[in-house]
């Protein structure tokens, strides 16, 4: 595996975005892989890529069902509602 490494400016501005946040809970893991479990078994011919783009990432920075750039700043109950609402509608 090719380890990626970064660079200290880079490493220096996770450390100021990450001060003074508060952990995430671990609890919020399992239920995200969960909902994602329901809806790959639904759609098992899509790869995880797509499969997170078409139904976790809803409300990207271009809009509804356009996801761009904020896909790497969702916060997961974000992500869990949007899987929920899919599991709801589709899965029933």
């Known amino acids: 595996m090719r380890k990626t490494k970064l660079s200290p400016e ?3 501005t996770i450390k100021k975005m990450n001060k003074g946040l ?3 809970d ?3 893991i399992p239920e995200v892989l969960d ?3 329901k809806i790959w078994k639904k759609y098992p011919d899509q790869r995880l890529g797509q499969l997170l783009l078409n139904f976790a990432f ?3 920075s271009k809009g509804k069902d356009q996801t761009d750039s904020s896909i790497h ?3 997961d109950d ?3 509602k949007n899987l929920q ?3 709801k509608e589709r899965l029933g």
């Open 85 to 87: 609402k899919i599991i």
């Open 10 to 12: 880079i490493l220096s």
């Open 35 to 37: 909902a994602l479990k």
């Open 73 to 75: 700043a969702q916060e």
């Open 26 to 28: 671990p609890k919020r």
């Open 58 to 60: 809803l409300e990207g």
């Open 22 to 24: 508060k952990p995430r």
């Open 78 to 80: 974000i992500t869990l």
